[in-house]
């Protein structure tokens, strides 16, 4: 069903503002990819993410292993694409979507309870 038919059979709540909020799995398989990713080159990092897709194709997988999956191949995505141009090594203490994810979420725990 395309997103289309979704929206018309009522699926699809599209009116929130919000982002969906990642679940605790997906954060720790984020942070397993960015330590793996630690050190390793844009090569190494698509090798890295062809692997993961093999990985999260294994149909065995469903719910929260599925999940996990999916997260760590975007992750291996993202960490790729930011490696393209770059001629060093991955390290999450410079990866601006890191300290932007980092910064944020240290200003949402600030924040308080009624205000949020």
């Known amino acids: 069903m395309s997103l289309e038919q979704d929206r018309a059979s009522g699926h699809v709540d599209d009116t929130s503002d919000e982002a969906a909020e990642p679940s605790e799995a997906e954060r720790d398989a984020w942070a397993r990819v960015r330590r793996?990713?630690?050190?390793?080159?844009?090569?190494?990092?698509?090798?890295?993410?062809?692997?993961?897709?093999?990985?999260?194709?294994?149909?065995?997988l469903?719910?929260?292993?599925?999940?996990?999956?999916?997260?760590?191949?975007?992750?291996?995505?993202?960490?790729?694409?930011?490696l393209f141009d770059h001629a060093g090594a991955y390290d999450a203490a410079d990866d601006p979507f890191v300290q932007g994810e980092l910064e944020g979420r240290a200003h949402h725990a600030q924040t308080p309870p009624g205000l949020r």
Do not use: I, N, P
Request: charged share 35%; aromatic share 2%; proline share 0%.
């Open 62 to 82: 469903t719910g929260r292993d599925a999940t996990v999956a999916q997260a760590e191949v975007e992750e291996w995505e993202r960490v790729t694409e930011a």
């Open 36 to 60: 793996s990713a630690t050190g390793m080159r844009h090569h190494e990092a698509k090798a890295a993410l062809e692997d993961a897709r093999k990985a999260a194709q294994d149909d065995s």
